[in-house]
């Protein structure tokens, strides 16, 4: 089978298997298996956890075997976990189920990526890319559908569904996928790649240090993960336990939120100048404040009407924040570290994902849900100071050090911002919104990205911070997340979402 063939195969089936599965899966979790609130939250924290654990080594595996073998086991050990999940609607069943889905997951993370530019001619590779996210988006609508049809029969017939298609997809892949462009990694050169990264990462913390409106961000970044793994696992189950909603209207939310996202983040696009950083940390501050707003709303009203807008705005916030984000990065890092200060902030998101979950569960678990989310809110309040602070503190404009030493002018500088903050983002995300791997080895790129943002994407999906140009679809659309939520709408759970929710699987 041709290689273009293969990976079309591929982002379709696996995001048609992420839409299925995991657009109601919470309701299952909650209706059909009993979970409370903090068990909800305990099951994405378990996830994390496992993501976090495995990434590193399985990257390892990828890149010394075979990318090919890796991205088989991924998906045979993604729908087994699903597949479980679906059958045995107990905790602890629950639990094991994510732990084995959470670690097929960091076998094909990375691994596909690398085995697509390894085997597709680089003239026809960004078409290729283009075409499987677009395929991608179609398919996880179809997938949105038929789980919605599918929870007719019962809320865990499309997890099994879902399973059987990422099963069928690990067999055939056994069977048909080619690998020729793949050359092992000795032994010698992954013990050099690992001292790269120790200093890697030395020299990126000591930029952190160093800067005040870095810190200032990363504590940003720390409070808004910490309030949003409990909105992402509870909000689909206040929905259920408040309004009684039925499965169909999900499906609708989750295709109404995925245009509503689009077009807020083109929005923020138009009226924000991305490439001058205090214009785009006030854009982050209004973003932020909103998202609370909303959250709270969300939490306390008593109006289906009122709450759907709500979390609707909710989730549009944080989307359109994702790319501003990372414009903002680009500018406040330097060129030989940016990648590892991007996976500082990476890990800074996992770690308060993992900080907030139990609390928020507890307090839902005690008190009520509503009580949860408004807790959450006020910690996404928290966050706006800080954002405010990194814009207050931003260096003076003045030279630029290139990567040879050489220092521009400020007119110069000026001159070439946008196309250095372009550049990044080229550097940072493929035409697809996954990352590019270039020369990074599997697990490197592993690293860069981290698991926070990196589960933000689904197996075949996009990730949250794609542009219009990346996906060649008209904006960023966001896809199922793989840790079962539908992005930004229907309930978040833990990300794993950019980060597969690119997108950060399903708990």
């Known amino acids: 089978m041709r290689a273009s063939v293969t990976y079309l195969i591929i982002r379709g089936s696996a995001a048609f298997a992420a839409g299925c599965a995991f657009t109601l899966n919470l309701v299952y979790q909650a209706q059909v298996a009993g979970l409370g609130p903090l068990q909800l939250v305990i099951v994405g924290t378990t996830l994390e956890v496992v993501c976090l654990v495995a990434q590193v080594p399985t990257g390892v595996l990828a890149d010394l075997r075979s990318r090919r073998q890796s991205v088989v086991a991924g998906y045979l050990l993604f729908g087994t976990g699903v597949l479980i999940e679906g059958t045995v609607p107990r905790f602890g069943a629950i639990l094991a189920a994510n732990a084995v889905l959470g670690v097929g997951w960091t076998f094909v993370d990375g691994a596909l990526d690398a085995w697509v530019v390894d085997e597709v001619d680089p003239a026809h590779l960004n078409r290729l890319l283009v075409r499987g996210a677009q395929l991608g988006q179609a398919a996880t609508v179809a997938g949105i559908g038929a789980s919605v049809w599918l929870a007719g029969f019962g809320l865990n017939v499309p997890l099994v569904v879902g399973a059987a298609v990422w099963l069928v997809l690990g067999v055939v892949l056994a069977a048909a996928m080619p690998e020729r462009g793949f050359r092992p990694r000795t032994r010698q050169a992954w ?167 139990p609390p928020v569960g507890v307090l839902a678990q005690r008190v009520s849900i509503g009580a949860a989310l408004a807790a959450s809110a006020a910690v996404l309040v928290l966050a706006v100071p800080f954002l405010a602070a990194a814009g207050r503190r931003l260096p003076v404009a003045g030279p630029l050090r290139d990567d040879l030493g050489a220092v521009e002018t400020a007119a110069e500088a000026e001159r070439t911002a946008g196309d250095a903050a372009a550049d990044e983002a080229a550097e940072r995300v493929g035409a697809d919104g996954d990352p590019i791997p270039g020369s990074r080895s599997r697990a490197s790129a592993g690293l860069a990205a981290g698991p926070g943002e990196r589960l933000d994407r689904d197996l075949g999906g996009a990730r949250r911070d794609e542009t219009a140009d990346e996906r060649g679809a008209g904006g960023p659309v966001h896809d199922l997340h793989l840790d079962g939520r539908r992005a930004p709408f229907v309930g978040e759970q833990a990300r794993p979402a950019a980060r597969p929710d690119g997108q950060r699987p399903g708990e």
């Open 191 to 357: 013990q050099g790649s690992l001292r790269s990264m120790r200093d890697q990462a030395g020299r990126a913390a000591a930029t952190a240090r160093r800067s005040r409106p870095m810190r200032f961000m990363l504590a940003a970044v720390l409070l808004t993960a910490f309030a949003s793994e409990g909105v992402d696992r509870l909000g689909q189950v206040h929905f259920v336990q408040t309004w009684s909603t039925p499965a169909y209207w999900f499906g609708l939310m989750a295709v109404a939120a995925m245009a509503g996202a689009a077009a807020l983040t083109e929005l923020v696009r138009r009226l924000t100048d991305l490439t001058d950083p205090a214009r785009t940390v006030r854009a982050l501050a209004v973003l932020q404040t909103a998202g609370a707003v909303a959250t709270a709303a969300f939490a306390l009203t008593g109006a289906f009407w009122v709450a759907v807008l709500a979390w609707a705005g909710a989730g549009m916030a944080r989307s359109a924040a994702e790319p501003a984000r990372a414009a903002w990065l680009a500018r406040q890092t330097e060129p030989t570290s940016r990648a590892t200060v991007y996976s500082l902030v990476a890990q800074a998101d996992s770690a308060g994902e993992l900080m907030g979950g």
